[in-house]
Every structure is written in C-alpha cells, then in structure tokens.
C-alpha cells in the first residue's frame, strides 16, 4: 500500500514543485532589466557623415522590467571605446529607446550623441552597455555576415 500512496501523492508533488518554481521565478522576471535590443550599425545609403545619414546609425535599448529605470550616469560605448554617457534619463517600463550617432532632438523614445563621425564599425563591433558603476549590463556584437543591423 505504500507504493500506492506514493504513486497518488507524486502528481500532487509535481504540481507543488511546478507552483513553486513559477512562484520563484516571477520576482526575477517581473524586475526584468533594460538591454541592448536592435543595432543599425550601417546607416543606409551612402557614408557621408550628413546628419541624416549619422542618425541611421543606432542603438535600441529595451527596459524588459515592469517599471522604469534610470539610466543616469550609464554608458554606451564600442569596442574602440567612443562613449555615450546618458543624461538624467529614464527608459519606461517595456519600453524602447534609441540613441542615434549624429544630432537631434531628445524625446522620451530617441536621445543623440551629437557625434560628427560614425561610431559602429559596419565590419565588426560589440556594443556595451555598463552601469555608472562600470557594471556590464549587455553587449552586443556583430561581424560582416550581418547585413547592416542586428537584433540581439
């Protein structure tokens, strides 16, 4: 009879154990976090350092959390280390910003660096972004077997 009441009880244990880990794993997922999302590291057209042809060049940042956070004092940077500091700013919750390479306007969905020079190497780069501590907090890196934008 034992057998029988192991049998009957281990449905019950998996579901326990199921809830559990469902239970345990929302709190992560809820705090979610902002990552590298989209790079359009080839501008399209002609490389010809207009602004318009240097704001085609862009991150995309997603905040994957269910509330907003401030990206005051963070940084973007490359692999040769061309940074973008973030101004007091805050990316919304399942929210998107951009930060394009030339000049332009801040809204809450685009910030700019102001650069007169394209910043992402179309051959190859890895994009970073750290905390104002210096804490990685995503990266995202390409090659030429990419076309001109990569979603990482």
């Not at 350092?49 to 085609?56: A, D, I, Q, V």
């Not at 919750?93 to 179309?122: E, M, P």
């Amino acid at each position: 009879m034992r057998t029988v009441r192991l049998r009957a009880a281990l449905p019950a244990l998996a579901g326990a154990a199921l809830l559990t880990g469902t239970l345990l794993s929302t709190p992560a997922e809820a705090a979610g976090g902002v990552k590298i999302y989209h790079v359009w590291f080839d501008s399209p057209g002609k490389d010809n350092r207009t602004n318009k042809s240097l704001n085609g060049e862009w991150v995309q940042l997603k905040n994957t959390g269910s509330r907003a956070v401030s990206l005051k004092g963070w940084v973007l940077k490359d692999a040769s280390n061309h940074k973008y500091v973030f101004p007091n700013v805050k990316i919304g919750a399942g929210k998107y910003l951009k930060i394009h390479t030339g000049s332009g306007s801040a809204t809450t969905s685009d910030r700019y660096q102001g650069r007169r020079a394209y910043v992402w190497n179309n051959d190859k780069d890895t994009a970073t972004l750290a905390k104002s501590n210096g804490s990685k907090v995503s990266s995202c890196s390409w090659t030429t077997r990419d076309p001109s934008d990569k979603y990482c």
